[in-house]
Protein backbone atom coordinates (compact mmCIF):
# COMPACT_ATOMS: atom_id res chain seq x y z
CA UNK A 1 0.00 0.00 0.00
CA UNK A 2 3.06 2.30 1.11
CA UNK A 3 4.04 1.66 -2.83
CA UNK A 4 1.09 2.20 -4.41
CA UNK A 5 0.50 5.37 -2.37
CA UNK A 6 4.04 7.08 -2.64
CA UNK A 7 3.84 6.44 -6.73
CA UNK A 8 0.42 7.97 -6.23
CA UNK A 9 2.55 11.04 -4.60
CA UNK A 10 4.57 11.24 -7.25
CA UNK A 11 1.77 12.06 -10.45
CA UNK A 12 0.67 15.33 -10.31
CA UNK A 13 -3.07 14.90 -11.10
CA UNK A 14 -3.51 11.95 -8.83
CA UNK A 15 -5.17 13.77 -6.17
CA UNK A 16 -7.44 15.29 -9.07
CA UNK A 17 -8.84 12.28 -9.72
CA UNK A 18 -9.02 10.37 -6.64
CA UNK A 19 -11.38 13.41 -5.45
CA UNK A 20 -13.34 12.44 -8.99
CA UNK A 21 -13.28 8.99 -8.25
CA UNK A 22 -14.53 9.84 -4.74
CA UNK A 23 -17.87 11.98 -6.37
CA UNK A 24 -18.37 9.32 -9.22
CA UNK A 25 -19.27 6.37 -6.44
CA UNK A 26 -21.13 9.08 -4.67
CA UNK A 27 -23.06 9.01 -8.18
CA UNK A 28 -23.18 5.24 -8.25
CA UNK A 29 -24.53 4.69 -5.19
CA UNK A 30 -27.30 7.24 -5.25
CA UNK A 31 -28.54 5.48 -8.61
CA UNK A 32 -28.35 2.79 -6.27
CA UNK A 33 -30.87 4.10 -3.65
CA UNK A 34 -32.77 6.24 -6.97
CA UNK A 35 -33.21 3.42 -9.10
CA UNK A 36 -32.08 -0.60 -8.49
CA UNK A 37 -32.97 -0.78 -4.97
CA UNK A 38 -36.67 0.18 -5.32
CA UNK A 39 -36.38 -1.72 -8.39
CA UNK A 40 -35.37 -4.96 -6.88
CA UNK A 41 -37.10 -4.51 -3.43
CA UNK A 42 -40.69 -2.64 -5.33
CA UNK A 43 -40.45 -0.08 -2.13
CA UNK A 44 -38.24 3.18 -1.54
CA UNK A 45 -35.09 2.36 -0.61
CA UNK A 46 -34.80 6.22 1.19
CA UNK A 47 -37.50 8.21 2.88
CA UNK A 48 -37.63 11.07 4.76
CA UNK A 49 -37.05 11.17 8.84
CA UNK A 50 -40.44 12.81 9.31
CA UNK A 51 -42.48 10.17 7.29
CA UNK A 52 -40.87 6.94 8.84
CA UNK A 53 -44.13 6.39 10.87
CA UNK A 54 -46.41 6.94 7.49
CA UNK A 55 -45.79 4.87 4.08
CA UNK A 56 -41.90 5.98 2.95
CA UNK A 57 -42.48 8.73 -0.17
CA UNK A 58 -39.79 8.03 -3.03
CA UNK A 59 -37.07 10.62 -2.81
CA UNK A 60 -35.40 12.09 -5.99
CA UNK A 61 -32.16 12.04 -7.56
CA UNK A 62 -30.77 15.01 -6.01
CA UNK A 63 -32.06 14.12 -2.46
CA UNK A 64 -30.39 10.45 -3.11
CA UNK A 65 -27.72 12.07 -4.29
CA UNK A 66 -27.33 14.57 -1.28
CA UNK A 67 -27.98 11.36 1.05
CA UNK A 68 -24.95 9.46 -0.92
CA UNK A 69 -22.26 12.97 0.36
CA UNK A 70 -23.41 12.98 3.24
CA UNK A 71 -23.10 9.00 4.18
CA UNK A 72 -20.22 8.26 2.19
CA UNK A 73 -18.20 11.29 4.09
CA UNK A 74 -19.27 10.07 7.62
CA UNK A 75 -21.34 13.42 7.99
CA UNK A 76 -25.20 11.92 7.79
CA UNK A 77 -27.30 14.63 8.98
CA UNK A 78 -30.18 12.10 9.36
CA UNK A 79 -32.94 13.67 7.37
CA UNK A 80 -33.14 11.10 4.41
CA UNK A 81 -32.80 7.66 5.83
CA UNK A 82 -32.66 4.51 4.66
CA UNK A 83 -35.83 2.44 4.94
CA UNK A 84 -35.34 -0.57 3.02
CA UNK A 85 -33.37 -3.51 3.60
CA UNK A 86 -30.65 -3.19 0.83
CA UNK A 87 -30.88 0.77 1.38
CA UNK A 88 -29.60 -0.39 5.15
CA UNK A 89 -26.91 -2.54 3.68
CA UNK A 90 -25.90 -0.26 0.89
CA UNK A 91 -25.62 2.35 3.56
CA UNK A 92 -23.37 0.55 5.50
CA UNK A 93 -21.19 -0.49 2.62
CA UNK A 94 -21.22 3.33 1.41
CA UNK A 95 -20.20 4.10 4.73
CA UNK A 96 -17.69 1.75 5.37
CA UNK A 97 -16.00 2.65 1.70
CA UNK A 98 -16.59 6.29 2.43
CA UNK A 99 -14.40 6.09 5.83
CA UNK A 100 -11.47 4.10 4.02
CA UNK A 101 -11.88 6.51 1.39
CA UNK A 102 -11.19 9.45 3.43
CA UNK A 103 -8.67 8.10 5.53
CA UNK A 104 -6.72 7.29 1.80
CA UNK A 105 -7.45 10.68 0.39
CA UNK A 106 -5.65 12.35 3.72
CA UNK A 107 -2.43 9.88 3.56
CA UNK A 108 -1.92 10.78 -0.61
CA UNK A 109 -2.38 14.08 0.32
CA UNK A 110 -0.07 14.20 3.36
CA UNK A 111 2.37 12.04 0.94
CA UNK A 112 1.96 14.43 -1.43
CA UNK A 113 3.00 17.67 0.87
CA UNK A 114 6.00 15.17 2.16
CA UNK A 115 7.37 14.38 -1.36
CA UNK A 116 7.28 18.34 -2.35
CA UNK A 117 9.46 19.05 0.67
CA UNK A 118 12.94 19.98 0.76
CA UNK A 119 13.83 18.63 3.93
CA UNK A 120 12.19 15.24 3.38
CA UNK A 121 14.08 14.78 0.10
CA UNK A 122 17.31 15.49 1.52
CA UNK A 123 16.44 13.07 4.38
CA UNK A 124 15.50 10.24 2.01
CA UNK A 125 18.58 10.90 -0.34
CA UNK A 126 20.69 10.78 2.89
CA UNK A 127 18.71 7.18 4.14
CA UNK A 128 19.21 6.01 0.63
CA UNK A 129 23.03 6.45 0.40
CA UNK A 130 23.46 5.11 3.78
CA UNK A 131 21.12 2.02 2.89
CA UNK A 132 18.76 2.39 5.45
CA UNK A 133 16.25 2.68 2.68
CA UNK A 134 15.41 1.14 -0.65
CA UNK A 135 15.21 3.38 -3.36
CA UNK A 136 11.49 3.61 -4.67
CA UNK A 137 11.19 2.63 -8.74
Known sequence: MDKILLRMAKISA???????FFLAMSVVFSLLYWVLFPLLEGTP???YSANRVSSPQS???LDCLYF??????T????????VSVLGKIGTVVQAA????????L????????MMGSKVIKTHLRHAIEK?????MR
Open 45 to 47: SLG
Open 97 to 104: FGFCYLAF
Open 59 to 61: VGF
Open 75 to 82: VGYGDITP
Open 68 to 73: SVTTQT
Open 14 to 20: SPQRAIL
Open 106 to 113: VSLFTSKA
Open 131 to 135: GKVLP
